[in-house]
């Protein structure tokens, strides 16, 4: 029976771990460990990545989002929409500036947020629209973008699953006000701890995250805001340059994946992610969907094929907040969590082991 890892960093990091120790042993020699050269390289060549004016690194892609939020004065008794099937994180940033999550239900094929139920649920308190392109998936950009700028809503994207995706051949984190990325060692560009970026095309916006990440201010006992330490650190900045290098590479071979497993799984009992028009989808999972999910779970594992469920309920029935939203039931997200079941995906993956996941799935009745 073969073996097979839902992800496998050690494959990734034994053919880059030459250029990685060089570069760690380089900060490590030159005593300069937060906001060096590493950094600053760092948020310039993303920002010329994605094609936006300036990038903001800092601790992780939550505190990406809880930045973002606080940058823009949503506070007490603000709302902000967003979806109701992502990690809790996303949640977690609304609440922890003092504001309410509004949930609207998800595409029943995207599984991201439905724009067309956003204005539904607009008040007098929505101050913005947070949004999560989800599995390397982006949003229907085209008619967000419309709905914001008619309803004057701040647009934050979460990208912590989407670096590199795009929408109408432009990247995700490049739409809003601003784009929130993290850089988890599973993600499509992760570095070996916590990390995370936020991207804005605004000046103003910038200078404030900069300050804000950094106890509120740019100069040693300047506090200009109650801010906080949120700051990526030399040693991952580094390793992130390394692996920036490959991140096209990584992408390509994530979609090739998805093809093999897109073309040759066929059973009925399972359906295949579905790919909209004008996105450009990066596969940071390969997340399928059946009726039976328990029952499929054991098939893979039987086969040795392991395999992970993102995200089990909705984020409105999560202990630490379901006593706030008693009576919400959206349909489309309750189906998918109950139904939905990510494979295995990593850019090591061999295409042999794809194809030999695809045949168990299409033995299985």
Do not use: W
């Not at 922890?96 to 029943?108: M, Q, R, S, Y």
């Not at 309803?151 to 490049?174: H, V, W």
């Not at 999560?318 to 939203?325: D, E, G, H, T």
């Amino acid at each position: 029976m073969k073996s097979i890892k839902i992800f496998d960093l050690q494959k990734q990091y034994s053919v880059i771990s030459k250029d990685i120790k060089k570069d760690i042993d380089k900060v490590l020699k030159s005593g300069q460990y937060i906001l060096g050269k590493n950094v600053k390289s760092l948020e310039n060549k993303i920002a010329k990545f994605l094609g936006i004016n300036y990038a903001i690194s800092c601790n992780s892609g939550t505190d990406a989002l809880i930045l973002s939020l606080k940058a823009q004065g949503i506070n007490e008794g603000d709302e902000v929409i967003t979806t109701p099937f992502t990690y809790f994180a996303t949640i977690e940033a609304i609440i922890h500036v003092g504001a309410k999550p509004i949930f609207i239900d998800i595409n029943p094929h995207t599984y991201n947020i439905n724009h067309k139920k956003i204005e539904n649920v607009i008040t007098r308190k929505t101050r913005a629209l947070l949004i999560v392109h989800l599995f390397g998936q982006s949003c229907n950009m085209a008619e967000i973008k419309k709905i914001c700028k008619k309803n004057k809503l701040k647009l934050i994207e979460d990208c912590a699953q989407s670096f590199g995706a795009k929408f109408n051949n432009k990247q995700t984190g490049t739409f809003g006000d601003f784009g929130c990325f993290s850089f988890f060692p599973t993600k499509n560009l992760g570095c070996y701890g916590d990390g995370g970026i936020i991207t804005t095309n605004s000046s103003q916006y910038a200078k404030k995250l900069q300050m804000l990440r950094n106890h509120g201010g740019l100069e040693r006992n300047k506090h200009i805001y109650i801010g906080y330490n949120s700051r990526l650190d030399e040693i991952q900045a580094a390793i992130l340059l390394v692996k920036l290098k490959y991140i096209k590479k990584y992408i390509n071979r994530r979609r090739a994946l998805a093809k093999v497993y897109s073309d040759t799984i066929d059973n009925s009992k399972i359906m295949v992610p579905f790919q909209q028009k004008k996105a450009f989808h990066t596969y940071n999972q390969y997340t399928i969907r059946t009726k039976n999910r328990n029952k499929l779970i054991k098939h893979l594992n039987n086969h040795g094929i392991p395999c992970s469920i993102y995200y089990p309920q909705p984020m409105y029935k999560i202990s630490a907040i379901k006593n706030n939203y008693k009576k919400l039931n959206l349909k489309c997200c309750e189906i998918v969590s109950n139904e939905c079941l990510s494979l295995p995906m990593y850019p090591e993956m061999d295409i042999r082991d794809a194809e030999y996941i695809s045949n168990i799935l299409n033995s299985f009745k």
